[in-house]
């Protein structure tokens, strides 16, 4: 199973212990699915763990940690399409990296964006909770 955890899913996998973002990225880390991610990805995830708001929960080296398990055992993308799919334009490199990715799942807790898309292509977009459920019932 292919599956992008967008940015917000990965930061708040560090710094929120036993949530749903990091039981999700934990079962990553177990080999359970396959993790998409970009280039793209790997410099917004820099940039935004660099936020003040963020910064005070999240210690550097967990950041480069993450970033550095990406970039050894995920599938990094490296082009993306142009997709204009969402009305916010941030969301659009997420949604073509599930679908360069051949992603059959887009986890997000974007609800007002990403979620109320439900589908891009044949990637659903689901919340952390609701992927879980699925990893359970395979």
Do not use: C
Request: net charge positive; proline share 4%.
């Amino acid at each position: 199973m292919r599956v992008v955890l967008d940015t917000g899913i990965l930061i708040a996998a560090l710094i929120t212990a036993d949530t749903s973002p990091d039981r999700v990225y934990q079962t990553w880390r177990k080999k359970r699915f396959t993790l998409i991610t970009s280039m793209w990805q790997l410099e917004e995830f820099r940039r935004a763990s660099r936020y003040e708001r963020v910064k005070k929960f999240l210690r550097p080296t967990e950041a480069g940690n993450l970033v550095n398990g990406l970039k050894r055992h995920a599938i990094v993308l490296t082009e993306l399409p142009e997709v204009d799919l969402s009305r916010d334009p941030q969301d659009n490199p997420v949604i073509a990296m599930a679908i360069e990715g051949k992603a059959d799942y887009l986890v997000t807790g974007d609800r007002r964006g990403l979620l109320s898309l439900k589908r891009a292509g044949s990637t659903r977009i689901v919340t952390a909770a609701e992927f879980l459920k699925i990893l359970k019932k395979r």
